[in-house]
Nanobody, 124 residues
Framework: QVQLVESGGGLVQAGASLRLSCTASGRTFSRLTMGWFRRAPGQEREFVAAISWSGGRTSVVDSVKGRLTISRDNAKNMVYLQMNSLKPEDTAVYYC?????????????????WGQGTQVTVSS
């Protein structure tokens, strides 16, 4: 089992930055592929970014490329999502996810464990 807890969400104005954090426990973190997804109001949960167990490979959805960056610290069992130049369309609940296995998968069903989510609201 893996427990994931997100933090760092909040209400910000357009153009601001936020850093989301996700703490993992319960399994060898360094062997997990980690991802971030988000669900905007009235929409399906969608992929944002993923990072390999070593941190050497990342995958980011085109719509946020250049603004959102995923990283991890295996010594602290943490994964981060740095969000810059936030836009109102970034408003969503952001979820941390863990995958047992290799591959930077972009689909919800590819992940085994999920956090409860953290709300990010960007005002115009």
């Amino acid at each position: 089992q893996v427990q994931l807890v997100e933090s760092g969400g909040g209400l910000v104005q357009a153009g601001a930055s936020l850093r989301l954090s996700c703490t993992a426990s319960g399994r060898t973190f360094s062997r997990l592929t980690m991802g971030w997804f988000r669900r905007a109001p009235g929409q399906e949960r969608e992929f944002v970014a993923a990072i390999s167990w070593s941190g050497g490979r990342t995958s980011v959805v085109d719509s946020v490329k250049g603004r959102l960056t995923i990283s991890r610290d295996n010594a602290k069992n943490m994964v981060y999502l740095q969000m810059n130049s936030l836009k109102p369309e970034d408003t969503a609940v952001y979820y941390c996810a863990a995958r047992v296995g290799d591959g930077l998968v972009r689909i919800v069903t590819g992940y085994n464990y999920w956090g409860q989510g953290t709300q990010v609201t960007v005002s115009s």
